[in-house]
């Protein structure tokens, strides 16, 4: 990792103070006025963010862009779509004058390129997680925020949780589970990992631009299958670390008001699915924090398990969580635990906190800072991974130390 990403304790605080100015900043919209939003990346992901900032109402899809145009005929059924304007290049997108909102959902490693294009032509942004491919495009993605004074979006969602919200509270900023110690996290069995191309992309269809895919990255041929499910190639994404280990650790950061460790250790492999694929399909991940506790994280594709959720270890007792409820048993024995279900959609209530920060200036819930502080925590457990050793982090310069 470079040496100057976000280097010193002046570049920290310059952040820090950037964030209030951003509060205060944008154009004012009127109580009833629409927002004119434009959707890159019509694949299933970006095709259900979409129904999402419909359903909140206020919105009007005015644009649909993608490199494979079978994509852009999905998002169109969508009756909200139906007259959207159509594009395979993001930046005609953003020459609309009237956008103003770039709802991005493409693969991981155009998600930084395409924020700061966005941000730097004026548009607010609701980005998919993880914010950045590597750790080094964080600050950049930031500055693009603060600069532009734009609202800014990572699509972490169980920060606007309301069991998430009310969890923390009752457990975690009352005490009631003592001193924290061990912050566990899992995932397993994830199919979006394990996505087979169908037949019909086995030949590249005339209407796909696979060399606009690639983008930044090295050439190679056409291949379905990284295609079809990137997620599996360290080209692309983080694989499982920065997929599913930045939501569970995200939820770490906002428990623990603690969002930066300060060493990483990873072990893993492609152990199972020779297939082809770079991501490892096994992996465990530990982090450690300065205020005394560890962040760790397993996931396995391999068949015969599966299931993701969190467990806060306290001396007082320990907190289960996950997207549908959370569980909380205190010490001793034969206690009946605390369960509390959650009443709402947690992607809904991302959404809607995002379109009222837009409406108020204020930072959102998953704001870039917060969205590069998580997924810059992942990279740290695939650079130890991808290096077998452990990584020691400081904490101030945000840096790696020397090995």
């Not at 300065?290 to 320990?318: D, H, K, M, S, Y």
């Not at 409820?325 to 959404?351: C, M, T, W």
Request: hydrophobic content about 40%.
């Amino acid at each position: 990792m470079p040496s100057n990403i976000n280097n010193t304790t002046n570049r920290r605080r310059f952040l820090g103070a950037a964030a209030a100015s951003a509060a205060s900043y944008g154009r004012i919209l009127g109580a009833n006025e629409r927002l004119q939003l434009g959707l890159i990346g019509c694949g299933e992901r970006g095709r259900y963010d979409m129904s999402n900032f419909v359903k909140a109402g206020g919105v009007d899809v005015v644009a649909l862009c993608d490199v494979w145009g079978d994509n852009i005929d999905r998002a169109k059924t969508t009756p909200a779509a139906a007259n959207a304007r159509t594009f395979t290049d993001h930046r005609k997108v953003l020459e609309i004058k009237e956008l103003d909102v770039a709802l991005i959902c493409v693969p991981d490693h155009w998600h930084a390129p395409i924020a700061i294009d966005a941000l730097n032509a004026g548009k607010d942004v609701y980005v998919e997680k993880p914010l950045t491919l590597k750790a080094e495009e964080g600050p950049r993605v930031v500055k693009a925020a603060r600069t532009n004074k734009r609202v800014c979006q990572v699509g972490m969602q169980q920060r606007s949780g309301k069991h998430y919200l009310q969890a923390k509270a009752e457990y975690i900023d009352s005490g009631k589970l003592g001193k924290i110690t061990l912050c566990r996290t899992w995932w397993h069995g994830n199919g979006y990992h394990l996505r087979k191309a169908p037949a019909s992309l086995q030949t590249q269809p005339a209407n796909l631009d696979w060399a606009h895919f690639l983008g930044p990255l090295k050439w190679r041929d056409w291949d379905p299958q990284q295609y079809w499910n990137w997620r599996a190639y360290l080209d692309f994404g983080g694989g499982q670390v920065t997929d599913l280990f930045t939501h569970w650790l995200d939820v770490v950061h906002m428990f623990m008001g603690k969002d930066i460790p300060t060493s990483a250790q990873a072990s893993g492999g492609v152990y199972h699915f020779k297939d082809g694929r770079t991501a490892p399909d096994t992996i465990n991940v530990l982090l450690e924090y300065p205020a005394e506790f560890t962040a760790t994280f397993e996931a396995t594709l391999v068949p015969g398990i599966t299931g993701a959720a969190q467990e806060f270890c306290g001396t007082q007792g320990r907190l289960w969580i996950d997207r549908s409820r959370y569980e909380f048993y205190p010490l001793g024995r034969n206690v009946q635990p605390v369960v509390v279900k959650a009443q709402s959609s947690i992607d809904l209530d991302h959404v809607q906190n995002f379109l009222d920060c837009v409406k108020s200036r204020q930072l959102p819930h998953g704001d870039v800072l917060v969205g590069h502080r998580s997924a810059q925590a992942s990279h740290l457990g695939n650079i130890s991974y991808m290096q077998k050793r452990r990584i020691d982090f400081d904490p101030v310069r945000e840096e790696i130390l020397p090995f």
